[in-house]
């Protein structure tokens, strides 16, 4: 009995760390863990052609439900995660951007930064060094980055949205072959107003009418095979 039991209290003992180290491994994932994850998941059923096009941001990208069929004929790829900044982004450079060899970037990113208390400058910094990473692997990428929105959900954070625009617009004016899109001041009035009408429920995220806005902006930019 007394075998029994002692073989009984070492498989506890035994299955309990085991979870213990389950449980640690999935807390030292870094953040998006899942969602890369799954992109590489994606890309395994049906590998994307290199030298499309990779569109890769926060949840305004991801939630761009026609934007692979919109440009299906310039070979889009959406690499958008919901929540993501661009500190994300350049964590994950080589899984979303360079993996692909894309003729073209385009990034819409930086709005969760500054959400979530990043200053303009520090919100330049980081898109600096998700495009210093871009460029490192493929040093004449076109890259085009969107204009960071103003949302009536965020209005606390206009003022930084501006600034920030403006940095990273003035940054990338001294490389080549890199576009600067705005949007945010297509989707107000002429009075320089928000339009709600342009958001769902929660005044953040876009419905289509918005996207169209971005279609109509960034379309010209794009390359065509």
Same mark, same amino acid.
């Given at each position: 009995?007394?075998?029994?039991?002692?073989? &009984?209290?070492?498989?506890?003992? +035994?299955?309990?760390?085991?979870?213990? *180290?389950?449980?640690? %491994?999935q807390q030292n994932?870094?953040?998006?863990?899942?969602?890369? &994850?799954?992109?590489?998941?994606?890309?395994?059923?049906?590998?994307? %052609?290199?030298?499309?096009?990779? !569109?890769?941001? &926060?949840?305004?990208?991801?939630?761009?439900?026609?934007?692979?069929?919109?440009?299906? $004929?310039?070979? $889009?790829? /959406?690499?958008?995660?919901?929540?993501?900044?661009?500190?994300?982004? %350049?964590?994950?450079?080589?899984?979303?951007?360079?993996?692909?060899?894309?003729?073209?970037?385009?990034i819409y990113s930086?709005?969760?930064?500054?959400?979530?208390? =990043?200053? #303009?400058?520090?919100?330049? /910094?980081?898109?600096?060094? !998700?495009?210093?990473?871009?460029?490192?692997?493929?040093?004449?990428?076109?890259?085009?980055?969107? &204009?960071?929105?103003? #949302?009536?959900?965020? *209005?606390?954070?206009? =003022? =930084?949205? +501006?600034?920030?625009?403006? +940095?990273i617009k003035e940054?990338?004016?001294?490389?080549? /072959?890199?576009?600067?899109?705005?949007? /945010?001041?297509?989707?107000? *009035? $002429?009075?320089?107003?928000?339009?709600?009408?342009?958001?769902?429920?929660?005044?953040?995220?876009?419905?289509?009418?918005?996207? =169209?806005?971005? $279609?109509?902006? +960034? *379309?010209?930019?794009?390359?065509?095979?």
């Open positions: 009995m007394k075998t029994n039991h002692l073989s &009984s209290l070492l498989f506890a003992l +035994l299955f309990a760390f085991a979870g213990t *180290t389950v449980v640690r %491994a994932r870094p953040p998006f863990y899942d969602e890369i &994850s799954q992109f590489k998941k994606q890309d395994s059923i049906s590998v994307p %052609a290199k030298g499309g096009i990779v !569109f890769v941001g &926060s949840s305004s990208v991801r939630m761009w439900s026609d934007l692979e069929k919109l440009y299906k $004929a310039y070979g $889009a790829i /959406n690499r958008g995660f919901g929540g993501s900044t661009l500190k994300d982004a %350049a964590y994950y450079t080589k899984e979303l951007v360079s993996v692909y060899k894309p003729r073209q970037v385009v930086g709005e969760n930064d500054l959400a979530a208390g =990043a200053s #303009s400058i520090e919100t330049l /910094n980081r898109f600096a060094t !998700f495009f210093t990473d871009i460029r490192n692997n493929q040093p004449d990428v076109p890259v085009i980055f969107i &204009s960071i929105k103003e #949302s009536p959900s965020r *209005t606390r954070i206009g =003022a =930084a949205i +501006l600034h920030a625009n403006s +940095l940054y990338l004016s001294h490389y080549p /072959n890199t576009q600067f899109v705005e949007v /945010n001041s297509k989707m107000k *009035t $002429a009075g320089g107003k928000l339009r709600p009408e342009l958001f769902r429920d929660d005044m953040l995220h876009m419905k289509p009418a918005g996207y =169209a806005i971005w $279609a109509k902006e +960034l *379309t010209p930019y794009l390359l065509k095979k």
